[in-house]
């Protein structure tokens, strides 16, 4: 929605009149032909590159959200290094799961949501509250998704109230699970949640969680075509961000490639070996 002020001088009153906090119930009323889940779609399944697999941990400082970086079409590559994880605000962020162009923009309309909260009522939103607004988006997706156009992301971020992470997960209804310890979403969670289960522990330090769920994500790319592992040759990594009490922070490529290349290389000395070695 554009505020046009050539003619007048003045914006349109929709922007003037007092109302909700929330963007989504703005667009709502004066544009919702610009809500994703509104746009018509011709009959039957629709085509589109899909990402996964995402992958979360808490540890007593805060919580790690991963992704690894493939899309697939069919069984297609579509892309090799896109990315799934991205901050939601400054305690909070969101990785990616299903049609990647929605959830791209579904992101990026849940960043503006809080950002348009924050801005309004002059505070931030609770974790909860943050967790509540992006299931309310995934349901306003249900249309797209029974034609196969399925958003699943995972949320997670630092509770400022209660002082440690936490993770959401959600299904394409918009329901909405808090996750213990650890979460897993995509095609690949079956075999990252399995490699997670076997390596968590409610003492990991910050390190210790980054290279979980590396790890994760490697064994999951090692059973799943859909999941991208570390590509040593295109220097593609996996992207991993850590949340705790000072913020959002993205570790670097040399970072990601530091954990990615010990857990290589370790494979290579044990292919069959202890995994739990790892940590």
Known sequence: MEANTRSTGRLP????????????????????????????????IVEA?????????????GVVLAGDRRATMGNMIAQRDIEKV???????????AGTAGLAVEMVKLFQLELEHFEKVEGAQLSLEGKANRLSTMI????????????????????DLDRERGRIFSYDVTGGRSEEHGYAATGSGSLFARGA???????????????????????????????????????????????????GFRRLTDAESSDIAR?????????????????L
Do not use: C, W
């Not at 590159?49 to 400082?61: D, L, Q, S, Y």
């Not at 349901?139 to 630092?158: E, H, S």
């Not at 994500?217 to 220097?235: E, F, K, N």
């Open 139 to 158: 349901r306003g997706n249900l249309g797209m998704a029974m034609q196969g156009l399925a958003v699943v992301p995972l949320f997670a971020g630092f």
């Open 13 to 44: 009153a929709a922007f003037l009149t007092p109302g909700s906090s929330s963007f989504m119930d703005f667009l709502s009323a004066h544009s919702p032909d610009l809500l994703p889940g509104n746009r018509k779609l011709p009959d039957g």
């Open 49 to 61: 590159p899909h990402g996964t697999t995402i992958v979360a941990t808490t540890f007593p400082g």
């Open 262 to 278: 010990s857990i290589l290389e370790r494979r290579l000395e044990q292919p069959d070996g202890p995994r739990a070695a790892l």
């Open 86 to 96: 991205f901050p939601a605000d400054e305690y909070s962020a969101v990785g990616i």
């Open 196 to 246: 997670m289960k076997k390596l968590y522990r409610d003492d990991l330090t910050e390190q210790q969680a980054t290279t979980l769920v590396v790890q994760a994500l490697y064994d999951a790319a090692d059973d799943d075509s859909a999941t991208g592992g570390p590509d040593v040759a295109r220097r593609i990594y996996p992207i991993v961000t850590v949340i705790t009490e000072d």
